[in-house]
T-cell receptor, first 114, second 110 residues
Framework: GAVVSQHPSWVICKSGTSVKIECRSLDFQATTMFWYRQFPKQSLMLMATSNEGSKATYEQGVEKDKFLINHASLTLSTLTVTSAHPEDSSFYIC??????????FGPGTRLTVT | QKEVEQNSGPLSVPEGAIASLNCTYSDRGSQSFFWYRQYSGKSPELIMFIYSNGDKEDGRFTAQLNKASQYVSLLIRDSQPSDSATYLCAVWRGNEKLTFGTGTRLTIIP
């Protein structure tokens, strides 16, 4: 199946700093990528839909100025958590949609804000 | 009513038995239905999807869809300890977004 990578796989940062997470589709082009957040023992929560060449579409309740998404190319989307706080600590997962509309998940990035 | 509902479990099944996971959805316009498996600390991986009424089999897994009842299920035959995970049901309504249920935690007892 298709491969989606995320970098970094885990990151620890201090409160108030910003963190960038990369999502790459390695063997296919993805016009659409999704960003999810998952807290412990909870399901995936869609944060935003990232479309190549256009602004991301954020779900209700997700602050677009705090979670900056850039879909710079057909294989790369980035999520920047700005001015991170401990409550932003979570498991962030991206997914990419291929030409057959199948969605493949990245391995996730575990963010810990101290 | 939640868009996609699953029993959170935990569901315990003896090794070798059939595990049955259920999911209901509220939007009758939903088009495709997905089952993902998620191990603790890992991202979800697609097991199978179904979009037509009836059964779809893939190895030990069978997905069942009943659009009239707005119900989709996943059967796992000959359950193995490695099947112990959280199973997520997801629904696609044709707008590219998937809507996930909260997941059912399955434990296979050796």
């Amino acid at each position: 199946g298709a491969v989606v990578s995320q970098h970094p796989s885990w990151v620890i940062c201090k409160s108030g700093t910003s963190v960038k997470i990369e999502c790459r589709s390695l063997d296919f082009q993805a016009t659409t990528m999704f960003w999810y957040r998952q807290f412990p023992k909870q399901s995936l929560m869609l944060m935003a839909t990232s479309n190549e060449g256009s602004k991301a579409t954020y779900e209700q309740g997700v602050e677009k100025d705090k979670f900056l998404i850039n879909h710079a190319s057909l294989t790369l989307s980035t999520l920047t958590v700005t001015s991170a706080h401990p409550e932003d600590s979570s498991f962030y997962i991206c997914s990419a949609v291929d030409e057959a509309y199948e969605q493949y998940f990245g391995p996730g990035t575990r963010l810990t804000v101290t | 009513q939640k868009e996609v509902e699953q029993n959170s479990g935990p569901l315990s099944v003896p090794e070798g038995a059939i595990a049955s996971l259920n999911c209901t959805y509220s939007d009758r316009g939903s088009q495709s239905f997905f089952w993902y498996r998620q191990y603790s600390g890992k991202s979800p991986e697609l097991i199978m999807f179904i979009y037509s009424n009836g059964d779809k089999e893939d190895g030990r897994f069978t997905a069942q869809l009943n659009k009239a009842s707005q119900y989709v299920s996943l059967l796992i035959r000959d359950s193995q300890p490695s099947d112990s995970a959280t199973y997520l049901c997801a629904v696609w309504r044709g707008n590219e977004k998937l809507t996930f249920g909260t997941g059912t935690r399955l434990t296979i007892i050796p």
